[in-house]
């Protein structure tokens, strides 16, 4: 896997994927786009997020949405590293069992998801969920 970082001006960047898309990088607090640290807590946000949804659909849960909500601590010092993030899963769907969401949440965070594993060597990573209920199928 490859990609490429190019500066675009000031402190704006421009990464392109080896499958050609691009992501914008602002390293000036995230003023015109995500700064490196905040794509770190989506790339983790999204590679778990597909995770939890293929697990639940394989389990044959009826969800009609999964949002993760991504909170993260950081060092005062420089580097200012993450210390601790924390993924909370809010999962919408129609009689969608607690136990399932549960386990898929466990499963993204203790096998399937590439970035949570790397990322937990370095910093505390943590899980919660909640279930809405969706309104009833047509």
């Known amino acids: 896997m490859k990609a490429v970082v190019k500066w675009v001006a000031?402190?704006?960047?421009?990464?392109?994927s080896e499958s050609g898309h691009q992501?914008?990088?602002?390293a000036n607090k995230g003023a015109h786009a995500p700064s490196p640290m905040e794509n770190v807590l989506?790339?983790?946000?999204?590679c778990s997020s597909v995770d939890v949804v293929s697990i639940l659909q394989k389990a044959r849960q009826y969800i009609t949405d999964c949002r993760c909500e991504i909170s993260a601590e950081r060092a005062d010092a420089v580097p200012a590293v993450f210390t601790r993030i924390h993924l909370h899963?809010?999962?919408?769907?129609f009689a969608v069992a607690e136990k399932h969401v549960e386990r898929a949440v466990a499963l993204s965070a203790d096998k399937y998801?590439?970035?949570?594993?790397?990322?937990?060597?370095?910093?505390?990573?943590?899980?919660s969920f909640a279930i809405e209920e969706?309104?009833?199928p047509a």
């Open 23 to 26: 992501v914008v990088l602002d």
């Open 134 to 136: 969706a309104p009833r």
């Open 113 to 127: 998801c590439s970035v949570a594993k790397m990322l937990e060597k370095a910093v505390t990573i943590s899980h």
């Open 89 to 93: 899963f809010v999962v919408s769907g």
């Open 42 to 46: 989506i790339s983790l946000g999204g």
């Open 10 to 16: 000031e402190e704006t960047f421009m990464g392109t």
